[in-house]
């Protein structure tokens, strides 16, 4: 039952300006775009950030300062990933210099923040093949919600290698949550019935013929598709080195494997990492407050992270681990890896190659990055880049193909806004707002791909970036990365191309949504003390200025 409440004065609220407000026990969030005010829900669906503190965009979206999901501020839908939920929207009124809002007051607990989606499925499906997505992860129901957002009712079907529904992958290595239950986006059950979707777990593809628009499983299965998406992520790499194969030598990819990670991770016990990438320092992060014997990390380069963030950014991050009890062997390669004298099936050291020391080891961590899981589709014909990636186009068709196959996060390989350079993205954001790129094409809306592609770790606070550094010429880093609060801008050829940001929101979000309009400050200027923050992109005035 809706009640009208004010719940502020009119001139408190100024053009371009979003407050936070009390609806009885509720919160909701006002938002000014010139005479015209907003109401909505007051926090973002993903992870409950508050919306207040994210990026107003005069064309009528607000980003939340996290993780950079977007909603439209008149509908409360979705704009961007990685929120699956629109947030509601309530009347907002001005009558004697007070604004009212009416809403059901249930609707403005943090608790019901997510407003149900409009689908286009009521338990009836169109006639035909359909969208065969292969691949269960964040691109996939990302994928199958867009479609029915858009209006699709064909059939949808997914093809899962995976046990389980759709997982918020992030969490597992950021948090070592490993029951998939907790970390479902869509229970196999609401698939089934809200979204009139079937989900097939445990199967493999093991060829596509597009001519006769046939997959085949691992169980001899063939389904026919109409429209095909190919989604099927990336698989852990393994070095081939000398006991790569023994026991308690774990990757992390899968809910089975955060597990296990999980599970020899106790009190007293000695772990060495192979590799210094985000994954594997989220872990060790995770780690480092279990009271372990021992967290040993392996890198090539000489800081952590420094291919993305820089040798500045790098040493600090690594300073703080070290503060932590992590110890780190740089600038090294494995030689082998020793089974344990007690139970040689298992492992028990790490050897350094160049006379460097033995680590002993009572598990070890591969965090050595992903390959595309695209072997299905070399045996079926298809062309591949050198990586194993699939070539795209800007609405992430296949090239080569008919137009009824896509592909969509880790394995394509897409063009880059401005740049138009081909690259593939391993970003959980980049696979989730594909897939809602593809919804919307196969449903009839087509529109070239163009996000900015953003991505976070923790790292002991959460680390922010944005943007496509790579090939940066320069970089500028404000603050002291070592104490976890620190904006580092890269530049290249004069133009900030990415930003990176520890307790500094919402700036990330706001470089963002800056370099989507066109109004990203230079290099000079960023140098020169300008900041972004303060770059007016939320009145009615500056949307004139907006790229179009």
């Known amino acids: 039952m809706s009640t009208t409440i004010a719940v502020l004065n009119d001139n408190e609220l100024r053009d371009g300006e979003m407050k936070e407000v009390s609806f009885g026990e509720g919160k909701v969030l006002l938002s000014r775009l010139g005479d015209k005010i907003h109401a909505t829900s007051a926090f973002c669906t993903h992870y409950g950030a508050p919306l207040a503190k994210g990026t107003l965009a005069a064309d009528g979206r607000v980003v939340c300062p996290w993780h950079g999901a977007c909603f439209n501020i008149s509908t409360g839908d979705i704009e961007d990933a990685p929120a699956l939920d629109a947030i509601h929207s309530f009347k907002a009124t001005v009558q004697n210099g007070k604004i009212h809002v009416t809403a059901d007051q249930k609707s403005t607990l943090k608790d019901n ?3 149900p989606q409009v689908l286009s499925t009521d338990g009836v499906v169109a006639p035909g093949n359909g969208v065969v997505i292969v691949g269960g992860g964040a691109g996939a129901v990302h994928t ?9 009712k064909g059939i949808i079907t997914i093809l899962s290698a995976e046990r389980h529904a759709p997982i918020d992958r ?3 290595s950021k948090a070592l949550i490993s029951d998939p239950t907790k970390l479902e986006w869509r229970s196999a059950s609401d698939l089934k019935i809200k979204y009139n979707t079937n989900l097939r777990i445990g ?5 596509i013929d597009t001519k006769t628009k046939t997959v085949t499983t691992d169980n001899k299965e063939s389904l026919k598709y109409e429209t095909l998406v190919l989604a099927s992520g990336g698989a852990a790499r393994r070095l081939p080195i000398e006991g790569a194969s023994l026991g308690n030598v774990f990757t992390l990819r899968h809910a089975e494997n955060t597990k296990k990670i999980d599970q020899a991770a ?16 989220e872990i060790v992060a995770a780690m480092s407050k279990r009271e372990l014997a021992s967290i040993d990390v392996i890198g090539l380069e000489e800081f952590p992270f420094q291919a993305v963030l820089g040798k500045e950014v790098g040493k600090g991050l690594k300073e703080y681990h070290e503060s932590q009890g992590v110890k780190f062997h740089m600038q090294s390669k494995i030689e082998k890896l020793l089974p344990s004298q007690s139970d040689p099936s298992v492992v028990g050291a790490v050897v350094l190659g160049g006379n460097g020391p033995t680590l002993e080891a009572d598990f070890v961590v591969m965090g050595v990055g992903v390959a595309p899981a695209t072997g299905y589709l070399k045996d079926s014909g298809f062309s591949l880049e050198r990586d194993g990636g699939v070539r795209v186009d800007e609405f992430l068709r296949v090239v080569g193909q008919d137009g009824s196959v896509y592909a969509i996060g880790d394995i394509a390989v897409f063009p880059q806004v401005e740049t138009s350079e081909a690259r593939r993205i391993e970003h959980w954001n980049v696979a989730s ?6 919804g919307r094409a196969i449903a009839g809306k087509p529109e070239p791909f163009a996000k900015i592609p953003i991505f976070w770790s923790a790292q002991g606070q959460q680390l922010r970036y944005c943007g496509l550094g790579h090939g940066y010429d320069d970089i500028y880093v404000q603050g002291n990365p070592a104490e976890l609060k620190f904006v580092a801008y890269y ?8 930003v990176a940001s520890m307790q500094s929101d919402p700036l990330v979000t706001k470089a963002s949504e800056l370099m989507r309009l066109g109004l990203m400050p230079s290099a000079e200027e960023i140098k020169s003390g300008t900041s972004p923050l303060n770059v007016d992109i939320s009145s009615v005035q500056s949307k004139a200025k907006f790229r179009t």
Do not use: D
Request: charged share 20%; glycine share 10%; hydrophobic share 40%.
């Open 113 to 115: 923040m997510a407003r």
């Open 144 to 152: 199958v919600e867009s479609l029915r957002e858009n209006g699709y």
């Open 170 to 172: 992030t969490k597992m």
């Open 203 to 207: 199967v493999t593809v093991t060829n």
């Open 266 to 281: 106790t009190k007293g016990k000695r772990v060495v990492f192979i590799g210094s990438s985000f994954i594997s320092m």
């Open 433 to 438: 707002n594909h897939g809602r790129a593809v």
């Open 491 to 498: 530049f290249k050829a004069g133009k900030v191309v990415a």
